[in-house]
């Protein structure tokens, strides 16, 4: 099946499925089966077969999963074996929390500078890295080619911000401004995170009765 042609909904299920793996893997199990998975995860059989078909047929009638062949594919899958350099704009309290927080390593990622426009900032160490002026961004990309941009700025910044790293090269933005990017999907893809929606959807839970 194309990537183009997979819903988001099993996107949004690839990483956890992985997470889930990888800790199967950790803790010695060698098989499971899709049943297993669906009562740990709180889908169904079925469902959790749809997913994976999506990608190849990976298990085996009467055996199940090999975990650890499973957890290879869905790395590869999902791109983790790659190393893509990304940047993080903005290094005030967010942009300090996810370079320090952030195993980049562990997602297909290498962290390779951060940028500022606060002279105050510029030039001290967070994370192992000299924060850069953003003056010196167009330099930076020419010479490290970051696909990658971690926003971390405020709303009216982003937008303009996303354009200018789109035209030196970056084609992946994990957007944490509260504003939704416009971006040619053909060529920028863009994962909005609003740590706000997770607790609305807690709210919402709670709420319901
Ligand atoms: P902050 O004010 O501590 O840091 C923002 C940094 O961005 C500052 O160091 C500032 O100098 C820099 N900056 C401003 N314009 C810039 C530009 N054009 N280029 C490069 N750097 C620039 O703010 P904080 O707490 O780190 O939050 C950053 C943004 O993330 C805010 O817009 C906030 O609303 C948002 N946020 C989003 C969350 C989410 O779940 N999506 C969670 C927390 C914050």
Known sequence: MQKDSIS???IRRLPRYYRFLSEL???GTERTSSRELAK???LTASQIRQDLNCFGEFGQQGYGYNVAALRRQLELI???NRTRAAIIVGAGNLGKVIAANIDFAA???RLSGIFDIDHELCGKEIAGFMVKHMDELEAFCKEVHPLVAVLCIPQ???QETADRLTAL???GFWNFSHCDLDADRSRVQVENVHLGDSLM???FRMSKD
Do not use: C, K, M, N
Request: glycine residues 16%.
């Open 201 to 203: 959807t807690l709210s």
């Open 78 to 80: 999902i791109g983790l």
């Open 8 to 10: 988001e909904s099993v």
């Open 25 to 27: 893997e950790h803790t």
């Open 156 to 158: 009216e910044a982003a």
């Open 40 to 42: 740990q995860l709180g």
């Open 107 to 109: 997602y297909g990622f």
């Open 169 to 171: 090269g970056v084609s």
